[in-house]
């Protein structure tokens, strides 16, 4: 079992920055891939960011590529995602999951714990 708190979020003006942090409980966040999604209203829930278990590999969606960058502390049970460049397109809530088969993931399906998400705003 793995509970995930997500943290960080708020308001920034565009071009500003953000770090998110999900603290993770649980034995196997260290054997975990983590993920980062996010969801704007009326839109669908999209992937973000994913990191696999030991920190070495990553992948990015395609719109956040060069602007964000997942990273995990698997000493303190959390995972990070830092991020700069922020534009208005990119408020949403974010939420982070954890896929306990361990590598990176870009399909919400292959997740199988989520937090309870965080409000990222960015205003123009």
């Known amino acids: 079992q793995v509970q995930l708190v997500e943290s960080g979020g708020g308001l920034v003006q565009a071009g500003g920055s953000l770090r998110l942090a999900c603290s993770a409980s649980g034995r196997t966040f260290s054997s975990a891939a983590m993920g980062w999604f996010r969801q704007a209203p009326g839109k669908e829930r999209e992937f973000v960011a994913t990191v696999n278990w030991s920190g070495y590999n990553t992948y990015y969606a395609p719109f956040v590529k060069g602007r964000f960058t997942i990273s995990r502390d698997n000493a303190k049970n959390t995972v990070y995602l830092q991020m700069n460049s922020l534009k208005p397109e990119d408020t949403a809530v974010y939420y982070c999951?954890?896929?306990?088969?361990?590598?990176?993931?870009?399909?919400?399906?292959?997740?199988?714990?989520w937090g309870q998400g965080t409000q990222v705003t960015v205003s123009s």
């Open positions: 999951a954890a896929s306990i088969e361990g590598r990176i993931a870009t399909m919400s399906v292959l997740y199988d714990y």
